[in-house]
């Protein structure tokens, strides 16, 4: 069985930073393109950034491009979202995905594309 746990999300005031981390369990992690969504009160899950299998390719939203860095730890199963610099419109919650093969560019950015989501961890920015 397949579990994504996310964890390091809080609250923090506008330019601060947070570093989200997801760890995956139950599926073949080294080969599975991962990504971060968030989903503001009101509004569509949306991309946040993804990068996939041995970190050839990262993408970004442009809303977050130059403050968040994905990254991840093969050997520790686990994908972080580091986050700087961050703004009041950040708030939402968090999500990590796993895809289970090689998606082109376009279907990285898709939420419909991942198979397996964690529960979401809240990031709340104050101004």
């Known amino acids: 069985q397949v579990h994504l746990v996310e964890s390091g999300g809080g609250l923090v005031q506008a330019g601060g930073s947070l570093r989200l981390s997801c760890a995956a369990s139950?599926?073949?992690?080294?080969?599975?393109?991962m990504g971060w969504f968030r989903q503001a009160p009101g509004k569509e899950r949306e991309f946040v950034a993804a990068?996939?299998?041995?970190?050839?390719?990262?993408y970004y939203s442009d809303s977050v491009k130059g403050r968040f860095t994905i990254s991840r730890d093969n050997a520790k199963n686990t994908v972080y979202l580091q986050m700087n610099s961050l703004k009041p419109e950040d708030t939402a919650v968090y999500y990590c995905a796993a895809a289970t093969e090689r998606l082109s560019f376009f279907a990285t950015l898709s939420k419909n594309r991942y198979t397996y989501w964690g529960q979401g961890t809240q990031v709340t920015v104050s101004s």
């Open positions: 139950g599926l073949p992690f080294s080969s599975a393109p």
């Open positions: 990068i996939t299998i041995n970190d050839n390719n990262i």
